[in-house]
């Protein structure tokens, strides 16, 4: 769903190849990519500084893990992207179109996440979707 190229695009800074991991907050997979700051050891399987991670569940439990998250936070609905979309209030974006659900984490080492990041990588994922 994401390429390297965008991944570095997001993050301001060159990437790893993406590595696949479990999500368990989302249920589903995800692929993380690496900045050269983010601690090691790493592992795609829990949120760390300076990576891009994103999360595509499909099919009939997206909206169940969309709506799980989202009463996990303190969401900022966000139009523009999907069918419902909301900024978790910290650091990712969320995003429901049709059966698919995107979560969107771009956390930069030494820099507050921002949620602008996150839209960036988004307007060029969700059209994929």
């Given at each position: 769903?994401?390429?390297?190229?965008?991944?570095?695009?997001?993050l301001?800074?060159p990437v790893?190849?993406?590595?696949?991991?479990?999500a368990t907050?989302?249920?589903?997979?995800?692929?993380?990519f690496?900045?050269?700051s983010?601690?090691?050891p790493?592992?795609p399987?829990v949120?760390q500084p300076d990576?891009v991670?994103?999360v595509v569940?499909?099919?009939?439990?997206?909206?169940h893990w969309?709506?799980?998250?989202?009463s996990k936070v303190?969401?900022?609905?966000?139009?523009g992207?999907?069918?419902?979309?909301?900024?978790?209030?910290?650091?990712?974006?969320s995003?429901l179109k049709g059966s698919?659900y995107?979560r969107?984490?771009?956390?930069?080492?030494?820099?507050?996440?921002?949620l602008?990041?996150?839209?960036?990588?988004?307007?060029?994922?969700?059209p994929?979707?």
């Amino acid at each position: 769903m994401v390429t390297q190229a965008e991944a570095a695009t997001a993050l301001a800074a060159p990437v790893s190849r993406g590595k696949l991991g479990n999500a368990t907050v989302e249920g589903g997979r995800a692929c993380v990519f690496y900045g050269s700051s983010a601690p090691t050891p790493t592992t795609p399987n829990v949120s760390q500084p300076d990576t891009v991670r994103v999360v595509v569940v499909e099919g009939g439990d997206a909206s169940h893990w969309f709506d799980d998250y989202r009463s996990k936070v303190s969401p900022r609905s966000i139009r523009g992207y999907g069918d419902q979309a909301y900024y978790d209030g910290y650091a990712s974006l969320s995003v429901l179109k049709g059966s698919s659900y995107l979560r969107i984490a771009v956390s930069p080492a030494g820099a507050t996440p921002s949620l602008a990041d996150e839209e960036r990588l988004a307007a060029a994922i969700v059209p994929k979707l």
